[in-house]
């Protein structure tokens, strides 16, 4: 069966980095996308960033451009996802999610149809 | 950026409702929106893809409609499980991608 297994919970402080990682199995990794979203305490869904389980290709909020790092390996099926100079409000559960296909009209698109747990990240001043 | 805003902020219903959610974006996504239901302690689920597409195993109660900039999911006799939050998401412009900021369903 398709399983995204997260790591585990992580306690930082402000200025620092965190790196979680999601390890999947059931399917082909190198024929999808993932994607990562994060939901702080009392909040909606943010989109973080996505990346190619094939080419390692990644696109990114622009929000976290320049602090967000995804990378994956192909041969352990896993993605990561690094965030640096921590901040409070990066107190959040963060998600991976599986980009699946599916045809709509006379193409294709990608929703997001399988997720980890999620991982809290927790950062204090 | 697409912004999508969902309303209402927050809908009260009894069970056997019908619930009606929007989800309106600033510009047009053609039929590029996603539903997502949310739970406490739970991953999201995806339930509507394409606009109005259920995804495997969702229950038929549940309907989706719009293109363009308004969108609507609903929920013809709620169930006691169907009290969650929903997200709509945006593929328009994929990978990159914006989420609504949620209904909550609440029991009244």
């Known amino acids: 069966q398709i399983q995204l297994v997260q790591s585990g919970p992580e306690v930082r402080k402000s200025g620092a980095s965190v790196k979680v990682s999601c390890k999947t199995s059931?399917?082909?990794?190198?024929?999808?996308?993932f994607s990562w979203v994060r939901q702080a305490p009392g909040q909606g869904l943010e989109w973080v960033g996505w990346?190619?389980?094939?080419?390692?290709?990644?696109n990114y909020s622009e929000k976290f451009q320049d602090r967000v790092t995804l990378t994956m390996h192909t041969t352990t099926n896993t993605v990561y996802l690094e965030m640096t100079r921590l901040r409070s409000d990066d107190t959040a559960i963060y998600y991976c999610?599986?980009?699946?296909?599916?045809?709509?009209?006379?193409?294709?698109?990608?929703?997001?149809?399988?997720w980890g747990p999620g991982t809290l990240v927790t950062v204090s001043s | 950026e697409i912004v999508l805003t969902q309303s209402p902020v927050t809908l009260s219903l009894s069970q056997g409702d019908r619930a009606t959610l929007s989800c309106r974006a600033s510009q047009s996504i053609t039929t590029s929106l996603a539903w997502y239901q949310k739970k406490p302690g739970q991953a999201p689920k995806l339930l509507i893809y394409?606009?109005?597409s259920r995804a495997t195993g969702v229950p038929a109660r549940f309907s989706a409609s719009g293109s363009g900039t308004d969108f609507t999911l609903s929920i013809s006799s709620l169930e006691p499980e169907d009290f969650a939050v929903y997200f709509c998401q945006q593929r328009s412009n994929w990978p990159q991608s914006t989420f609504g900021q949620g209904t909550t369903l609440e029991i009244k």
């Open positions: 990346i190619s389980g094939y080419s390692g290709k990644t």
């Open positions: 059931g399917f082909l990794f190198v024929g999808y996308g």
């Open positions: 999610a599986r980009e699946g296909d599916f045809e709509v009209g006379s193409g294709w698109a990608h929703y997001l149809d399988y």
């Open positions: 394409g606009a109005s």
